[in-house]
């Protein structure tokens, strides 16, 4: 069994940052791409960005330049660093983790952030 528990959302005024956290716990093995999507009230979720086994990452437009995502193979953590936050960047954050053979998507419960003045 596998779980995702995701850390790090709030509540923070634009320009700020926030950090967001996503560790695997469980029969762990052969961990793949990871992942954060988000999705705002009444939008579709979208990929913010994603990384490969390898370390390659991929980001929406929207966010190039102002998130950085990373990972700790050791700790099964891949992590979302979020700067320049933006109202419209308020939604709630999902992590997804693909592991093992062959691969299967694991979703974390998802994070609210929330940029407000």
């Known amino acids: 069994q596998v779980q995702l528990v995701e850390s790090g959302g709030g509540l923070v005024q634009p320009g700020g940052s926030l950090r967001l956290s996503c560790a695997a716990s469980?029969?762990?093995?052969?961990?793949?791409?990871m992942g954060w999507y988000r999705q705002a009230p009444g939008k579709q979720r979208e990929l913010v960005a994603g990384i490969s086994s390898g370390g390659s990452t991929n980001y929406a437009d929207s966010v190039k330049g102002r998130f950085t995502i990373s990972r700790d193979n050791a700790k099964n953590t891949v992590y979302l660093q979020m700067n320049s936050l933006k109202p419209e960047d308020t939604a709630v954050y999902y992590c997804r983790q693909s592991i093992g053979r062959p691969p299967r998507d694991y979703w974390g419960q998802g994070t609210q952030v929330t940029v407000s003045s």
């Open positions: 469980g029969s762990i093995f052969n961990i793949n791409a």
